[in-house]
């Protein structure tokens, strides 16, 4: 088991991440949870945006997802993780697919899955 893994089986239900640290060469950056805008997947890495800066961490979206609170962060598309709170409205893009637009203007991809996922949150 990759520990990753074995720290999401450690940690009690209730406990979710409010902090995430990514190391940049020799300095280590602290990002509190709440400022994280979304998460994209690239590859085996996550790129962390939060206030307009993007931090590379050798980690993958799966396992981050599960170690984020579920009611304030929602896996909206395969690559991305959204903070609920910056999302501001939810267009129509194309045929079937949507946009999820941030409060700073980004715009991200939603899927018909992720679609439902917002759906089902956002009608609670």
Request: aromatic share 8%; hydrophobic share 40%.
């Amino acid at each position: 088991m990759p520990p990753t893994d074995l720290a999401a089986a450690a940690r009690p239900p209730s406990q979710y991440l409010d902090r995430i640290a990514v190391r940049d060469g020799t300095r280590v950056f602290i990002i509190p949870v709440a400022k994280l805008d979304y998460v994209e997947a690239q590859d085996d890495y996550v790129a962390l945006t939060t206030e307009g800066k993007k931090h590379l961490k050798q980690q993958t979206i799966s396992s981050l997802e599960s170690a984020l609170d579920p009611s304030r962060f929602l896996r909206i598309h395969r690559s991305y993780i959204v903070n609920l709170e910056r999302v501001v409205k939810v267009e129509p893009y194309a045929k079937d697919t949507h946009v999820a637009v941030l409060t700073n203007g980004t715009q991200l991809p939603v899927s018909r899955s992720g679609y439902a996922r917002l759906r089902a949150f956002l009608d609670r």
